[in-house]
């Protein structure tokens, strides 16, 4: 809505408190402890995210991990998660230098009283994933599993219990440029690796395995890819490729599976039948499009009530991991003050909704009735079945309705 402003221009040490002024007025805010009770994750990555991208220059300063755990402490987020490469530079990895940078997140992870949910390795940004960590020269498969058994060794370290795999790139830029039964080998062989040093690691240190996630996404930029949804990985988990399935379960991200026009919720429910749903990244964005990871229900909020219906009507209990960037127009500042609590916060309430949509009766006694089914006609009368159910139907709509009713405040009218 374009409206001629009358307000005088902001000057800069007054626009942090006029954010925060603001936001508090939108209320609906919870407290630090009562955003703690939620199995809610905050990657490394996403509040370290300085707005770059392949047409963009960095909109904000470069932190540390110390200054995302402290703020996520701030807001409430009980749990963190990273990338090997988001903390550790590339050439420290697997040296002195890597146990002293572990060492210091141990550190501040205690001292803000949070846990490290999830290690994940990063095999996308550096050059040498140019050919994917499923590449022709076994120096990069050797690289590769390397990295994903040194990934494990920090998940140790820091306690860890879900280790994740965006395989990035695995695909091809141009057709007929690699083979794509051998390329799926390879990358079956890495995670193969994984899984079996953490077998000995667990063995070590008498403790669980880590539970590892593969997680999807339909199109890069730049390439074609080869396991492009969670269905294709699950596919891949059932391939007999990997030596230890039962430790390889899926992190469905909502916005990756809408992106290749999928119903997330239908995507989560398979991978729920597959057993198999074990951590889900959550963010939001727009059918066929980038990967533009906005915050949780800021584009599609009814979605989300749905997804969020099904996974509570299941027990889901993994984490939620608040996978999304916040946007170039949101300063260093807003990423704490703005971006992080006010996800954190649709997500509580949409997660509470859904479970009044659950309990309410109106859509219970239509789900019921829908189920008994229309009276009077059975056997092989194909028009009697269908006039038998014809107006119970209806009811299909009836629901849609009610949610939206509940989404936007049951029976909410206008005097008009
Ligand atoms: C890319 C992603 C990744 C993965 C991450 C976890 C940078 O679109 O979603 O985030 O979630 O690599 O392994
Ligand atoms: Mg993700
Ligand atoms: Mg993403």
Not at 224 to 248: C, K, N, R, Y
Request: hydrophobic share 40%; with cysteine.
């Amino acid at each position: 809505m374009l409206v001629p402003t009358t307000m005088k221009p902001v000057p800069q040490n007054q626009q942090q408190s006029l954010v925060e002024r603001l936001t508090k007025a939108c209320g609906g805010s919870y407290s630090p402890e009562t955003r703690r009770k939620y199995f809610i994750t905050g990657p490394q990555w996403a509040a370290a995210y300085q707005g770059q991208a392949l047409f963009h220059a960095p909109t904000r300063a470069a932190i540390g991990y110390e200054d995302v755990i402290r703020e996520y402490a701030k807001i409430g987020i009980g749990y963190w998660s990273t990338h090997d490469t988001d903390v550790i530079p590339t050439a420290a990895l697997g040296k002195d230098g890597q146990h002293e940078i572990v060492a210091g997140i141990k550190k501040s992870l205690a001292e803000h009283g949070l846990k490290c949910s999830m290690v994940t390795t990063e095999t996308f940004h550096h050059a040498v994933w140019a050919a994917s960590p499923a590449a022709e020269s076994p120096n990069v498969r050797d690289y590769a599993a390397f990295r994903v058994k040194n990934t494990v060794d920090i998940g140790y370290e820091l306690g860890a219990e879900f280790a994740v795999y965006w395989p990035g790139s695995l695909g091809y830029y141009v057709q007929g440029a690699v083979e794509e039964t051998q390329t799926l080998k390879w990358y079956a062989e890495t995670l193969n690796a994984a899984c079996e040093h953490d077998i000995e690691m667990g063995r070590k240190h008498d403790r669980p395995t880590l539970k590892h996630c593969m997680e999807a996404k339909p199109f890069e930029p730049q390439a074609e890819i080869l396991l492009p949804t969670s269905d294709a990985m699950l596919a891949f988990i059932g391939s007999g490729l990997l030596t230890h399935p039962e430790m390889v379960g899926l992190n469905p991200e909502y916005l990756h599976e809408l992106m290749w026009g999928a119903a997330p919720r239908a995507v989560l429910a398979r991978a729920l039948l597959a057993g198999k749903l074990w951590h889900f990244d959550i963010n939001d964005g727009y059918r066929l499009k980038h990967d533009v990871d906005i915050a949780v229900g800021l584009v599609n909020p009814l979605d989300w009530l749905n997804v969020l219906m099904l996974l509570r009507s299941h027990g889901y209990n993994g984490p939620f991991n608040l996978d999304y960037k916040p946007p170039r127009t949101t300063s260093n500042h807003g990423v704490f003050a703005v971006s992080f609590p006010t996800a954190v916060d649709r997500f509580i309430t949409l997660w509470e909704m859904a479970g009044e949509a659950l309990a309410d009766p109106i859509i219970n006694e239509a789900s019921e009735a829908l189920k008994a089914g229309g009276e009077g006609a059975h056997g092989n009368d194909a028009d009697a079945i269908a006039a038998s159910n014809a107006e119970l139907l209806s009811l299909h709509e009836l629901i849609a309705h009610r949610l939206v009713q509940i989404l936007w405040g049951t029976g909410r009218t206008y005097s008009v």
